[in-house]
């Protein structure tokens, strides 16, 4: 089988977690968490960046930081992985869905006009598959943005590297992004009240500089040194990672051109970078069920938030989404693809079509 998505691990991470690991530096403190956290921010041109586990709990050091809990409203996409959905549940708070624009799949500032309201705290808005929201229409309504960037390593709004485009950027380095540390995320922002809360709230609460003083509560977050070594050798690596995708998007965009295949649109505003390449069909479970046949990791793309079981809830319509949803495929695209199973890939799509 052709995977969905590839690591790409090469021998500078190997001897970056072998310094570590020689050095017995294994926990959430060490130099390379540092170095991590200073290459990330200059990467994505923010002030600061403190590294954390996951993506997930990225979001939730972001609204924590913002004081949102109970009796609080966010706004979130209904076309996403449901990790921010889910942030927003783990902290008390109400999701709001919101629907995508059918030109860049990402949250409608119109749909967000009809929603906001004094209960909305933030706004996370989601760099789908690598496509920038608009944050300048979402600026207007002048809540708190975080922006979900863990899916758009590499990518810009009108120039701002993605990650520096909302009051906070929450990154993942899960296995199947861009840029990876197996499990790993971390916050970046120019806000140094906001800096400073969140390195003590990820870590009991305590300040960097005043052990076992808690002044305010805090878990643990943090990531680890072994990890942050692994992240240092990815982000060294950060061009030729994020160019090797963008290649493999530029070659399924040609192979497929002139095809009956729909791709993710690309706005004015956007300098996309290629996560996971989409197309979209109306007969998506066959095309899903042709490639798979001839070894592809192909996938629907996940359903739609507003018909998400878990999130039955704060259920509220979203077309724009549910029929992006029923259509899209994600289909392998990583740094380590070869031009052979890409052309295969093309080709078995262009089977299926004919069919
Ligand atoms: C992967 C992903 C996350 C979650 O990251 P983890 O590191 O897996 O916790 C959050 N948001 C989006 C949009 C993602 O794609």
Redesign the pocket.
Known sequence: MIPLSEVDIGPREHAYATSALDDRWISGTGPFIGRFEAELARRVSTAHAVAVA??????ELALRALDIGPGDQVIVPAL??A??AMSVVAVGAEPVLADVTEDSWTLSPADVDKKVGPPTKAIIA?D?LGHPADYDELRRFGVPIIQ?A??AHGSHYKGRPAGSAGDIG?F???A??TITTG???AVCTSSEPLAARMRTMANHGMKPERPYHHEELGRNFRMTNIIAAIGVGQLERWDELVAARRRIAARYDEGLRGSPYGRQPVAEWADASAWLYVVTTPERDRVVQHLRADGIDARGIWPALSRTPALRRWHVECPVTEHIADRAILLPTSSRLSDTDGDHIVRSLLAAAAE
Do not use: C, Q
């Not at 996951?54 to 979001?59: K, Q, S």
């Open positions: 996951n993506g997930t709990l990225a979001i996403t992985f990790a921010p989601v789908v979900d863990a899916e929450a993942s380095f899960h199947n992004k499990e790993g995320g």
